[in-house]
């Protein structure tokens, strides 16, 4: 999977582009990953539930409560923020802007959310490091999230922070 890691002069691109960028690179990694993750956080439960039960019961829940809310979250950018956001660059519609700009509140309580869901599941992880003598699995798992987490900063950030602001220029 592809994980972004790439400096790039935001100024220099149109919204446009820069939707492109955050729906090829972060939202197609996120819904792979997700994938792996929930298929990862049920069998590591099976497996070490007598061992490790209580870490992974919550580890188990936060993993399906972020993959609901994060699903939902893809959608509703892909189909209503994202073509809203486009349209208004070509067209400057200002009852356009008025709807973005309501729509966008929403978005930020859902990144809010999500980004609260990752500092439970840090806590609950350790910081996602496994504990000793951890199988592949576990591994692997708590690698998933961690690279999940670093890679919704950046995602988030790319909307908040340089899309979203872009509006308002
Ligand atoms: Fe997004
Ligand atoms: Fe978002």
Redesign the pocket.
């Known amino acids: 999977m592809k994980i972004d890691q790439q400096a790039t002069n935001w100024q220099d691109k149109s919204m446009k582009e820069i939707i492109g960028h955050?729906h090829d690179n972060?939202?197609v990694t996120t819904k792979e990953i997700l994938e792996e993750l929930n298929f990862l956080a049920f069998k590591i439960l099976k497996v070490h539930y007598k061992d490790h039960g209580e870490q992974l019961l919550k580890v188990h829940r936060l993993v399906g409560l972020m993959k609901t809310e994060l699903e939902a979250?893809?959608v509703k950018?892909e189909e209503d923020l994202f073509p809203m956001i486009m349209t208004y660059e070509v067209s400057g519609d200002a009852e356009l802007l008025e709807a973005i700009g309501k729509f966008i509140q929403g978005t930020e309580a859902e990144h809010k959310l999500i980004s609260d869901l990752f500092e439970e599941l840090k806590l609950v992880t350790n910081d996602f490091r496994p504990p000793a003598g951890a199988c592949n699995a576990y591994r692997k798992t708590f690698n998933f999230m961690d690279v999940l987490d670093k890679d919704i900063c950046r995602?988030f950030n790319l909307?908040s922070n340089v899309l979203f602001t872009r509006l308002n220029q």
């Open positions: 955050i972060h939202h979250h893809l950018e995602h909307e």
